[in-house]
């Protein structure tokens, strides 16, 4: 098809598939895995991506719809930033994407927290690993209600991936303000994201217990807030019943250090669940460990917790 028949698109509708495949496109180029585009229908050649680029560059030049602007921004950036052709064109992708970021765009802030993330597979990516630029694009991402970039953010936490990780007391105190921010806010929707990703995860490949500690914690704090209900409570309690399903010994310490289970331990809920004895070992031994830690966080934590009544939202 000749560029003189080309026509800008017109509806988020009629843009659609291209919204796909700037979506699978954006996926195998930040996983590690192997792909084949010949097998693929999502994958385009050269001369259907030329296309495509310039019918969105019409369309970014003809429409007046933000929304519309703000997918054809996404959409431009992710396929200048695929094309591995030189670093001029990855650059003008990378200013899509800020552009479709500046207009509410969740799936760019999450492309290029990946980018600064060291998770694109482009050698010219190397020079913008930033986990301080990564972070603050999950956290713009999270807020515009897109769940995967807060828990990817989790992972690296709990991973011990950046230097975030191994400052305990700042990223207590992001999930304390995503929190606030969220109750002051009214958002039940990112409330029900942040207990999700704190009671999901897989604490056993943590880089420390301590890091299961600080995560009930967290959530204890959040507890005590004016912003907690008895929905939220609900929540956990859900969560952590799903946990216990898969067998998820990080739910137990949940358990006992939220005040979910009985006195003894022996019974959740006041349903007929009942620890076995490994079960049962592994709370006495995390009660032990968890005296231990909290020995070591008392004196920290009224000074954290009266920066959290007056520190800003980041």
């Excluded at 080309?6 to 843009?15: A, V």
């Excluded at 010949?38 to 050649?45: K, Q, T, Y």
């Excluded at 999950?138 to 970039?149: G, K, Q």
């Excluded at 301590?210 to 967290?218: C, G, K, R, V, Y």
Aim: charged fraction near 20%; hydrophobic fraction near 35%; glycine fraction near 4%.
């Amino acid at each position: 098809m000749g560029s003189a028949s080309l026509h800008p698109y017109h509806s988020i509708e009629e843009m659609r598939t291209v919204w796909r495949i700037a979506m699978h496109l954006m996926y195998i180029t930040t996983q590690k895995k192997t792909h084949s585009a010949l097998d693929c229908s999502l994958c385009v050649n050269q001369e259907a991506k030329m296309e495509t680029v310039n019918r969105l560059q019409l369309t970014l030049a003809d429409t007046t719809s933000a929304d519309l602007t703000s997918l054809t921004l996404f959409c431009l950036g992710v396929l200048n930033t695929i094309s591995q052709e030189d670093e001029i064109t990855f650059q003008r992708g990378l200013e899509y994407l800020r552009q479709s970021v500046s207009n509410k765009n969740k799936h760019a802030a999450y492309y290029l927290a990946l980018i600064h993330a060291g998770r694109h597979q482009d050698k010219i990516t190397l020079t913008l690993r930033d986990q301080e630029k990564a972070i603050q694009y999950y956290l713009i991402s999270f807020r515009l209600d897109y769940y995967e970039a807060l828990n990817d953010l989790m992972l690296s936490l709990r991973t011990g991936t950046g230097v975030i990780s191994k400052d305990k007391a700042r990223w207590h105190q992001l999930f304390i303000q995503l929190f606030i921010e969220a109750g002051q806010n009214k958002d039940n929707i990112l409330i029900s994201h942040l207990i999700r990703c704190l009671v999901q995860q897989d604490y056993v490949t943590s880089n420390s217990e301590h890091f299961l500690f600080l995560a009930a914690e967290i959530i204890n704090f959040w507890m005590k807030t004016p912003y907690w209900n008895q929905r939220y409570t609900k929540l956990v309690e859900g969560y952590l019943q799903q946990e216990r399903t898969k067998e998820n010994q990080g739910s137990l310490y949940f358990f006992y250090k939220l005040g979910f289970s009985q006195s003894q331990g022996t019974y959740f809920f006041n349903s007929k669940v009942i620890l076995n004895e490994d079960d049962i070992h592994f709370i006495q031994s995390i009660q032990q460990l968890d005296h231990e830690f909290e020995n070591r966080e008392t004196s920290a934590q009224g000074e954290r917790m009266e920066q959290f009544r007056t520190c800003t939202i980041l």
